[in-house]
């Protein structure tokens, strides 16, 4: 007769995934794509380790970060098309739209630079893809990353073809390489379930960037895959890890996904300091219940104590920027 564990075994699956050490300390850390690039960036941030994520909002598909990336590499402006007498650059998100084209460009002009500064010093660029699905502006016949609540009728809704998807992950490793030589590469596709796409039609998303990842990275064996939509499906396959929209995931279920890049990427050394600065977050955030005023001035002269210890073990950690 089985015992309990091997009884509830029945119904867990983990995602093996091979460790591959990159990194060793706290570094700079850049992403770009799907909303899940912004989660992962705020866990890392919750951990004191400096990051640089979305410097042009939220990208879905692999066509908008390859078209992004050359535009950072080449420090070129996108095509920006006027409606309704505002100017928008379709290819980033809503925030990339204003009535004066002159302070549109601008705005990018310094986003470029920013995400290119960033990428040249950056010790891991971490690209999340959302979506295979993909608009086309009929009037420029462009791929856009985001329609900007123009009508939809100005678009045609189609998915990328897998050889498309390779074109442009090549296009991606391109134009990283060219700013950073040395810049790890760490590809993973978004757990987010795109409902509004269709059911369907997200699982059919969702496999042809897999199947364009898979070609990719055998012929690229120095970028790395990291599964969060396997981990997602196969090991947290339970509504108890979904947000109430039932597409994207919780908090719990980002942590555990956090946790387990950690483990795959991580050395001793940094998971060691993982585990310290998880600690100090925990004590910065602790609420105190007490009022005695010498209660809370001894606890606020334990804090900066600890603090100042993290700083002297950590002098390249990113809590001297987060904290006052």
């Not at 060793?24 to 640089?52: R, V």
């Not at 098309?81 to 549109?104: C, G, K, V």
């Not at 947000?243 to 995931?249: E, F, S, T, V, Y």
């Amino acid at each position: 007769m089985k015992n309990s564990q091997d009884f509830k075994n029945q119904f867990y699956t983990q995602f093996p995934i091979q460790e591959n050490t990159i990194w060793t300390k706290p570094e700079h850390l850049f992403f770009m794509g799907s909303c899940f690039s912004t989660n992962i960036s705020e866990q890392f941030n919750q951990h004191f380790i400096d990051t640089l994520s979305n410097p042009f909002g939220t990208i879905f598909s692999p066509d908008a970060i390859a078209q992004s990336l050359q535009h950072i590499q080449n420090r070129t402006l996108p095509a920006i098309i006027n409606f309704q007498n505002t100017q928008h650059a379709l290819l980033f998100d809503t925030a990339f739209q204003n009535p004066n084209h002159e302070a549109l460009e601008t705005k990018i002009r310094h986003r470029l630079e920013e995400a290119r500064n960033y990428l040249s010093k950056c010790n891991t660029a971490f690209i999340t893809f959302g979506s295979a699905w993909v608009y086309k502006h009929l009037l420029s016949n462009q791929l856009v990353g985001n329609c900007q609540k123009i009508p939809q009728n100005q678009f045609e809704k189609i998915i990328l073809p897998i050889e498309h998807i390779v074109e442009n992950l090549n296009q991606i490793h391109k134009s990283i390489r060219a700013i950073n030589p040395q810049c790890n590469i760490v590809f993973t596709i978004s757990p987010v379930r795109h409902l509004r796409d269709g059911i369907s039609e997200n699982v059919l998303s969702k496999s042809h960037l897999i199947v364009a990842l898979q070609s990719f990275i055998s012929q690229n064996s120095q970028c790395h895959y990291f599964p969060s939509y396997e981990i997602f499906n196969e090991e947290l396959r339970d509504h108890r890890y979904f947000q109430p929209d039932l597409a994207h995931p919780n908090e719990l279920a980002i942590e555990y996904i956090f946790k387990r890049l950690i483990e795959v990427y991580g050395d001793e050394t940094f998971k060691e300091f993982m585990d310290k600065a998880n600690a100090l977050r925990q004590l910065i955030n602790h609420k105190l219940k007490t009022t005695d005023p010498i209660q809370i001035s001894n606890w606020q002269q334990n804090l900066e104590k600890k603090k100042a210890e993290f700083i002297s073990l950590y002098p390249n950690s990113a809590i001297s920027n987060q904290l006052p």
